[in-house]
């Protein structure tokens, strides 16, 4: 994915203030996906037998190919209680606002990306809600099998209810996939894409973290996180990136020359 990524020189001020949009209209814009997402998961609630056999299902394929257990994460956070708990303050309480701090830099900084990235988190998290509603999952903190520890609920702080019947602010069948990984990649590509300084790969420590967090809270499976990232890429195959029609404008110059 880091090789597709889009690299243009920063906006000038002035072409920057140009292209930025109405800040009213974006508000609503973002204020309305977010209500969109929080509905559709609410929607997707109450189907408890297939989210628990769809997660015996995805524990097995996991272990069918050999993937590390999502416990070898979690023995690690458990070694000590402050790191368990960061880890659930991390997962409770990042998510949203770095994704909002995100948009915010750019529509102020990179207008043209803000508009891409925007896009490409809207279709993403469209895509998301669809396999919310077809493939309800059960996350491995509810898996008997799996045998771990629901870290919010032991240690806190806790975004999710105490039993998902009770849970009336969101849909904990909506494992699959996770987008506290897909919305963190689309950050780290954002910012990557947005920036020129030399370490702007670091900006991938992001996701990086919240797929260690997500898994070792007990909250996703790893292929939550790959359906994620799958469903990211296809998203930005899908969005077109800022300038990316540049190279067919700058060769018209030269071929007026020609002739």
Known sequence: MAA?????????????????????????????????????????????DRAFGNADAVWDAERAVHLPGEGWVQRLLLHDGTLVHLA?????????????AFLGWLYWRRPAHYLWSRRALALLTAAALVLHLLVPLAPPRMLAE????????AYGPSVYGASP????????FAAMPSLHVGWALMVAVGMIAATRGRWRALWFLHPLLTLLVVVGTANHYWLDALVAAVLLGATLLVVRAPGAAAPRRAAAPARAALR
């Open 165 to 172: 019947e009770t849970d009336t602010l969101a849909n904990q």
């Open 146 to 153: 799996a045998g771990l520890v629901d870290t919010a609920q």
């Open 4 to 48: 597709g990524i889009p690299v243009t020189p920063p906006e000038t001020t002035g072409s920057t203030a140009a292209a930025r949009p109405p800040l009213v209209r974006e508000l609503l814009v973002v204020a309305g996906l977010f209500l969109v997402y929080k509905l559709g998961r609410l929607v997707a609630a109450g189907q408890e």
């Open 88 to 100: 659930n303050t991390y997962y409770a309480a990042v998510h949203f606002p770095a994704t909002v």
